[in-house]
């Protein structure tokens, strides 16, 4: 964003008021911290709106790749930690299917990209893109690959192939679906880039050699009517991968050095160093990560970092609130509740579920605030508990009269006890002494 | 062409370094000392200043196996029996830089071993392996105090890093530390705040910063993870501007992955489960590095593996 004093410059400093500030110079404050609109001042130039609109842009540019449903936005980042404010766009995952297996293969291999999806805390964790590689050299089967593959599938589409011929001939049948084109690289800008603002395509740009030379050829693209622009600077190891997406963020959103302001895309390859080149991606600023193939026993843990890093650090995973069976519990177990704070129900769960003791678990809706924080905000009372467990049918499902409570709301027993008519038993401050409790009983 | 320049932050602060283990001029019996620490960037940006000191790991051994994961356990067969054998297995087989011993069994509510009991084993690892050790206690506050001032004794030579220190008690670790030389760890739970409390409390009751590495406590994969990666970076980013009170090394103990339940979950469609164990512990160990962490201390021999590859590649190496 342009300072204050910038805009000012640009303004018709006539002071009328008509923006509702006393001068343009206050209009031009308002202006700089976004708590105006340009459109506000009557007088304003085209010149100087056109001058304004493009510094106002994204220091990442938004990029989108697909259409309707599944469709992918990645860029538009402004911070350089999650704690900050937060991530926007999550990593999208692509799952690559080259050209050059049979028919039978590419529905295999559609299917395997479909079937790599997992549900957790109520997200659909999945493959978000999927790719065709131009392995075969050859214009038809490239061209064959790709429309059966967009028609076996409602996900974006990524298009691989450094032959600006082949590329077209492969793309132009499925334009309508906005497939992501890799790549322009030194030796074919030109054309490539003809082909992307012909079909109205964004286009990868790759360049190894360095982040000069990858602005250089940016640049070019740019200057060739290509708007929508994705990186890929060729890592080759995890410290290249590190150091080059942290440069081009920081240069991006601290310095608005627009030059490299785009989305990042990773080629992570297969096995072991797909999934650290993945990880460290989803960390660090990538925003497509392409693997020639991934296990689920991997991909799980990495979707889960993803779900973890993209979290608005405002706003905590919750739990569904709700009665939880663990361990196939029945009318003889015992009855405890705990916060639908995601860490202090996972904690809770697993601490539960290593007892190998059934219990039914009343998770109570504190807003995503644990034990102690809910306690002392008034958002966990005896009485929300008591309309919780009411509400769950919980005295019907656990027939022993009683009702665990965490170690750190003991204060809440009798008050409970009254609004229950339940024995009320104080647990454990800390969930890691739940098994042992749970052992004594009975 | 384009001059993309290259955003070297101007940190005013450094991260301490904190030395793990003696050698034999300094009367130990250690092979090689254990440096952590000594950054003055964030984790791996060597554009920013040069990496002095890997990040070291440890490999987790316990006394009792009460709690420990059948899973994890098979990975390294009967020596698990053994607090001896497996701390051997982990250094000669694995190459770990360090062994952390936790001594579950001195619970005076489970196996009840006394502290003399403990020092030996401390002593028997010593001379077993020719690494620096890591200790620690049980857990029970009272019962701790005991088994940590014989471990130190046990240990006095040898510059061990004992675990650990929090606001609620620590005196009686920070002299059982400072009775011999020993380093410790100064925990706090998930806030930065916490997380300069105690370093204040360590160094107020006279600990030496050089000998306080942090565990601000790592959360597992999916239980959290979020929590601890931005409380580290918030620490090491709030060093580096200067704070001196949060100027000391890291530890993550990323055994703490496998309490989630996916890590070891028995159910096909999420994989190979032992494949999963050790990539969910390697995938917290990762984004404790990533966030700040100088040390790690791991089960699973894979995970380790699977480390310090990527330390190695972080660091630039093929």
């Known amino acids: 964003m342009p300072t204050a004093m910038e805009i000012f410059k640009l303004l018709p400093k006539k002071n009328c008021g008509e923006c509702k500030f006393p001068t343009c110079l206050a209009f031009a404050m308002q202006l700089a911290n976004q708590k105006a609109k340009l459109e506000d001042c ?43 404010k937060k991530f926007f766009h999550p990593t999208a995952y692509a799952f690559i299917i080259s050209d050059t297996s049979n028919d039978s293969e590419v529905k295999a291999r559609v299917e395997k990209a479909h079937s790599l999806k997992f549900e957790r805390v109520g997200q659909l964790m999945k493959m978000d893109m999927i790719g065709v590689r131009c392995d075969s050299g050859d214009l038809k089967r490239f061209t064959k690959v790709v429309s059966d593959v967009a028609a076996l599938t409602e996900l974006p589409l990524v298009l691989i192939c450094n032959d600006p011929v ?31 603002k012909e079909l109205k395509c964004p286009l990868v740009v790759y360049e190894d050699r360095g982040l000069n030379e990858l602005a250089d050829l940016v640049a070019k693209v740019k200057a060739a009517g290509v708007e929508d622009i994705v990186l890929d600077f060729g890592a080759r190891n995890l410290k290249e991968l590190l150091e080059r997406s942290t440069i081009i963020r920081k240069i991006s959103v601290k310095k608005i050095f627009r030059g490299l302001g785009y989305p990042i895309y990773v080629h992570a390859g297969s096995g072991e160093e797909a999934v650290l080149r993945g990880l460290i991606s989803t960390m660090k600023y990538g925003s497509v990560v392409a693997f020639d193939d991934i296990d689920p026993a991997t991909a799980l843990p990495l979707y889960v970092l993803r779900q973890n890093i993209y979290t608005d650090p405002q706003v905590p995973i919750q739990v569904k ?12 177990s ?38 102690m924080t809910a306690f002392a905000a008034g958002k966990l009372t005896p009485e929300m508990v008591a309309k919780a467990i009411d509400a769950s049918g919980a005295k019907e499902k656990s027939r022993r009269g009683e009702i665990i409570i965490p170690g750190m709301v003991a204060r809440m027993s009798s008050k409970l006890q009254e609004l229950t008519g339940l024995k009320v038993i104080v647990g454990p401050k800390e969930s890691s002494g739940l098994p042992k409790l749970l052992k004594s009983l009975d | 062409m384009v001059e993309v320049p290259i955003p070297k932050e101007k940190w005013t602060g450094k991260i301490g370094t904190t030395v793990i283990g003696a050698v034999a001029e300094e009367g130990g019996t250690r092979a090689k000392k254990v440096v952590i620490g000594g950054q003055s960037c964030m984790p791996f ?113 040898e510059r061990l890093l004992l ?123 990762l984004a404790a590095l990533i966030s700040g962490a100088d040390m790690l201390i791991m089960r699973s021999p894979k995970a380790v593996q699977i480390i310090k590859k990527a330390i190695n590649e972080l660091l630039g190496g093929a």
């Open chain 1, 42 to 84: 009557p007088y304003v130039s085209e010149q100087a709106k056109a001058t304004l609109a493009a510094s106002a842009a994204p220091p990442i540019r938004l990029v989108k790749v697909g259409t309707g449903a599944n469709a992918i936005e990645i860029g538009d980042e402004t911070e350089m930690y999650r704690h900050e």
């Open chain 1, 166 to 196: 082949k590329m077209k001939a492969a793309a132009s049948n499925i334009a309508a679906k906005v497939p992501l084109l890799h790549c322009a690289t030194s030796s074919n800008a030109t054309e490539m880039a003809a082909v992307a």
């Open chain 1, 321 to 332: 609130p709700d009665l939880y069976a663990i361990n196939n519990p029945n009318e003889k």
């Open chain 1, 334 to 371: 015992p009855l405890l509740f705990t916060t639908n704070f995601s860490l202090t129900y996972f904690t809770v769960l697993a601490d539960i579920e290593k007892s190998k003791i059934p219990v039914w678990l009343q998770v109570i809706d504190t807003e995503g605030l644990s034990v």
């Open chain 2, 45 to 157: 940006l060597s554009f920013e200043a040069p990496i002095l000191n890997r990040p070291a790991i440890a490999g987790e051994v316990v006394d009792t196996l009460r709690d420990y994961p059948p899973l994890a356990r098979k990975a390294f067969g009967d020596v698990v029996e053994d607090p001896v054998q497996w701390a051997k297995a982990w250094v000669e087989k694995y190459g770990v830089d360090l062994i952390c011993l936790k001594l579950y069994s001195t619970n005076p509510e489970e196996e009840n071993k006394s502290p003399q009991e403990a020092a030996d084993l401390v002593r028997k690892i010593l001379a077993a392996v020719p690494v620096p050790l890591v200790v620690y206690g049980c857990g029970h506050e009272e019962k701790d105090a005991k088994v940590m001032e014989a471990v130190s004794n046990a240990g006095s030579k």
């Open chain 2, 163 to 285: 675990g650990h220190a929090e606001e609620s008690a620590y005196k009686s670790i920070a002299a059982a530390s400072m009775a011999n030389n020993h380093a410790l760890i100064a925990f706090s739970n998930l806030d930065i705040n916490l997380a300069k409390q105690i370093n204040i409390l360590l160094t107020d009751f006279g600990v030496r910063k050089e000998n306080i590495v942090a565990d601000p406590l790592m959360a597992s994969l999916g239980m959290g993870l979020e929590y601890s990666y931005s409380v580290n970076e918030r620490i090491r980013l709030a060093a580096l501007m200067g704070d001196s009170m949060l100027q000391v090394p890291m530890v993550c103990d990323t055994t703490i992955a496998w309490k989630a339940r996916e890590a070891t979950e028995e159910n096909e469609s999420l994989g190979d489960i032992e494949v999963r164990a050790a990539w969910w512990e390697a995938t917290t160990g």
